[in-house]
């Protein structure tokens, strides 16, 4: 059977619309703005009844974050690094807080792996992530980094590449590995 008139011609048009991505950057900024001050952390002494409806809000921005995430990743990253240098030298009391909110909406950041250049960069954003997580100090914030999809992905790579490790021409990268498997298991058992 043909598809209808209007479903035929609806596809060849859409085959002719040209995206232009940069021509929406400023509302891009302002949504990715708007929701990473929408996710930070809101007292609940001060939010009264309305800390539940708070915590709705700040996760329904998080998932905005997410879906922005498969067309501006570049941009989601640098701005949630600045945002961490930024609470790295915040002294108040409610910065570990403010951590744990930044932590918590990035899980709905996807990372492609469909392109060896997006696969890089979120390969990247793991690293300067996993960089921080190693140098906190406070519990709590590294009890937040027990992501089981993380320790299940180190958990598959370990065991190949202590193989490839253990052969002479490999020993250099071993001592990264030790590393490596001491991150998951402190995280693993949020005691280190």
């Known amino acids: 059977m043909a598809p209808a008139y209007g479903a035929q011609n609806k596809r060849e048009h859409e085959s002719r619309v040209e995206f232009h991505l940069t021509a929406c950057e400023q509302q891009v900024k302002y949504l990715l703005d708007s ?83 997006d696969f890089e960069m979120g390969i990247k954003f793991l690293d300067d992530l996993g960089s921080f997580l190693l140098e906190v100090k406070d519990k709590q914030i590294k009890r937040e980094a027990n992501i089981p999809a993380l320790i299940a992905f180190v958990g598959k790579l370990y065991g190949p590449t202590s193989e490839l490790a253990s052969k002479k021409q490999h020993k250099l990268p071993n001592r990264s590995l030790t590393l490596l498997s001491k991150w998951v298991l402190c995280n693993i058992f949020t005691d280190c």
């Open 35 to 117: 929701s990473f001050q929408q996710v930070q952390y809101k007292d609940p002494a001060v939010l009264g009844v309305n800390n539940t409806n708070s915590l709705v809000v700040a996760e329904t921005y998080a998932e905005v974050i997410g879906v922005l995430s498969e067309t501006h990743f570049t941009h989601i990253h640098r701005q949630f690094m600045t945002i961490l240098s930024e609470l790295r030298k915040d002294t108040s009391a409610a910065v570990t807080h403010n951590l744990i909110s930044l932590l918590m909406a990035m899980k709905f950041v996807k990372i492609k792996t469909n392109q060896v250049d």
